[in-house]
């Protein structure tokens, strides 16, 4: 356990940022673990999930904001399910990643790209066109290895769309993440 | 009895879990279930969405709602976990007026609220009934030994989901005991199967999913029904990757709950679609079936 010194590294400002995005009161959890007794996740992450609670206690926005943890959460809701406190960890974990975005973070890049490139084919054609995705994430990591073992397995059974599902409405959902994107901005 | 729930059936219906698709629409069909499909549905955003912005990811969410709304519908049965929480968390958030304002803002035509989305494991449940189910069996399925695996958000966070237990569901098991099968106890139900990181961590999907597969060949399942086309995908179409993994050598087949009620339903091959699975369940299945009888 690194030793933290509160005096000068205590970030007021982002413990309330959390508290207020996530709108959870961050003082109530009293470190029983069970979040990090139940993740799947623990033996992936750099930090387990009631560490980063405690971080998050203790204002510790650079370590919080650069940990792989954040980017490996699933969101599988066991940590939120399981608090005695009522506290929606899960959240806490979603809202650290978009505030690790907005600082330009990412400690686990393929994640984010992987996601990204999932909003860009929702954006591009109004509903995911998986194949589109999976090419998308290749070109952008340079990954050209991913999943070539499960070529020969899916392609025979029909089911993997070659070309994209595009709705009527596409230009409608290109429109919200247009909107969006004004708004993170302004 | 035919009652009318719009269907929103996620992007991976149209693609990866077609099959999904097929034998859900099938199998309430058969059982007097109208689902009425959303004109022009979108994407729910998924889990990427989220984790980018919840405002982003409700309106993403929101725009499918608002469609339901114009349906003159006030509720949506979805196959796939992620979609379901994306839509009822985008309602539940909508509830509080400065969010939904802010998720409006985004939206072509603000959402009127109100609208539920339900499983379609909880719309077979509530909407139909198991002694309905049960009535309707033409080939029970005696004999085979299923572990019932719901994924992790199916139920979870309660508070959210409202259905069933978050620990211990029990609604898969009690539809698939209603056509005859053995449900044997599963301690993994709720566990993780790594999720969408199949693609950007195989590593983790290959240990988590591993994880599953083992424990359902201990406690002597012939297969895993489940009911997520992600769960689906990474216990059976990565299973090959499992098992390189893991120095594992599985053949666990993994159909979906639909299709396993569209066998004892006797309804088309072509609709419960088991040829588009990687492990085919057919062997398993038939050998199980021709002991009991």
Known sequence: ?186 | MSEAIAYYPGCSGLGTSKEYDTSTRAVCAALGLSLVDIPDWSCCGSSPAHTKDHVLSAALAARNLQLVSDMGLKAAATPCPSCLTNLRTANHRCEAAPFKAKVDKLLDDPYAGGVNAVSVLQALTEMVGLDTVKSAVRTPLKGLKVACYYGCIMNRPPELMAFDDCENPMAMDNILAAMGAEVVPFPLKVECCGASYGIPRPDVVAKLSGKLLDAAVGVGADMVAVACPLCQMNLDLRQGQVNRAGGTNFRMPVPYFTQLMAVALNIADEEIGFSKLCVDPRPVLSKALAVAD
């Open chain 1, 1 to 186: 356990m690194n030793i933290i010194n509160l005096t000068r590294d205590y970030d007021e400002d982002f413990v309330h940022r959390v508290e207020e995005e996530s709108g959870q009161n961050v003082s109530l959890c009293y470190q029983c673990g069970n979040c990090t007794a139940g993740c799947p996740y623990t033996f992936a992450y750099d930090i387990p999930v009631s560490q980063i609670m405690r971080l998050v206690q203790a204002g510790q926005k650079k370590t919080v904001l650069s940990s792989k943890s954040i980017w490996l959460c699933a969101t599988c809701e066991s940590c939120t399910t399981r608090c005695p406190n009522m506290i929606d960890v899960a959240c806490v974990m979603d809202v650290l990643r978009h505030m690790a975005r907005r600082e330009g973070l990412a400690a686990v890049p393929q994640v984010k790209t992987f996601w990204d490139s999932f909003l860009d084919s929702v954006r591009a054609h109004g509903r995911v066109f998986e194949l589109g995705l999976l090419i998308n994430y290749v070109t952008k990591t340079g990954r050209f290895w991913t999943d070539m073992d499960l070529g020969p397995k899916i392609l025979p059974k029909g089911k993997l769309a070659f070309k994209p599902h595009d709705i009527q409405g596409k230009e409608h959902v290109a429109r919200i993440f247009e909107r969006f994107e004004r708004e993170s901005n302004s």
